[in-house]
């Protein structure tokens, strides 16, 4: 028995790769950044270089994810999808910003 073809909508992909960037970025800027933060003012060395490298990337996936879903959202391509990666990224920074400026820190 040969296995059946799996049909991925080519609509679909760049809008999956936009939901995939997304949570790899929030990801990789909720979990570097504390330890970073934290690394930078131990003051026992400069352990900090690799998780400033981690946030880096970790934001220019977010920068990637945002206008991935914006492309797809103008061309119509998943539109469920491309927002979904949008308020993956959005929701993160709203809740820095409310907390910031509720005065309750993150």
């Known amino acids: 028995m040969s296995a059946p073809d799996v049909y991925v909508s080519p609509t679909r992909v760049p809008a999956a790769i936009a939901v995939l960037l997304a949570v790899l970025g929030v990801a ?19 352990g900090a270089g690799l998780y400033t490298v981690l946030v880096g990337l970790s934001a220019l996936a ?21 927002g979904l990666a949008l308020l993956l990224v959005v929701v993160p920074i709203l809740v820095v910003v409310v907390s910031v400026l509720t005065g309750s820190g993150a």
């Open 28 to 46: 990789g800027v909720v979990l570097s950044l504390p330890i970073g933060i934290s690394a930078a003012l131990d003051g026992s060395g400069s």
């Open 62 to 82: 977010l920068l990637a994810a945002v206008v991935l879903a914006i492309v797809c959202l103008v061309r119509g391509l998943s539109r469920y999808l491309a």
